[in-house]
């Protein structure tokens, strides 16, 4: 591995866990109010990590590299999939919102496990309208399993 990818990926895994251990100060913080918030609400303002370190910066080798089979990806379209696919995300695990996400998650969930990241590949794209994102959370909040995982949305 050339040392510029090799330094580009310690870069980005550095941003994104140093990004992880404030999010876990806010929730202690926060531990609290959580009580007495909507299920969405809590994954939207304490659950979730929004990075957008420009473009060729290495985030989906980032997904590529760390990410463990439980969990899971949204991109905008099926072709986007398939583009991150030829760089190295397996394909399990990887989806676009649809009808058929939660049925698609929970199927993905009862082989691997319920996820501990959501990551979310260029969020503007994913949610090009404010009911997606609603959909979203709202979808996410549906699934009893998932507990208190991140969901790491990286890019614009």
């Not at 929004?50 to 989906?60: D, E, F, I, S, V």
């Not at 997606?132 to 709202?138: K, P």
């Amino acid at each position: 591995m050339p040392i510029d990818e090799f330094m580009a990926r310690h870069r980005m895994s550095t941003l994104v866990e140093t990004a992880i251990e404030a999010n876990n100060a806010m929730r202690r913080v926060h531990q609290r109010e959580r009580e007495h918030m909507a299920p969405e609400l809590f994954l939207s303002e304490l659950c979730t990590i929004h990075l957008n370190p420009g473009r060729r910066t290495g985030k989906t080798r980032y997904i590529a590299t760390t990410r463990e089979m439980r969990d899971v990806v949204f991109f905008q379209h099926p072709t986007a999939i398939m583009a991150a696919v030829r760089e190295g995300i397996r394909e399990a695990g990887c989806f676009t919102l649809d009808d058929n996400m939660g049925w698609n998650m929970a199927a993905h969930a009862k082989e691997y496990g319920p996820p501990g990241i959501v990551y979310v590949d260029e969020p503007s794209k994913v949610f090009d309208r404010e009911r997606d994102r609603a959909m979203f959370y709202s979808t996410l909040a549906g699934l009893k399993w998932f507990g208190r995982p991140w969901i790491i949305m990286l890019g614009a």
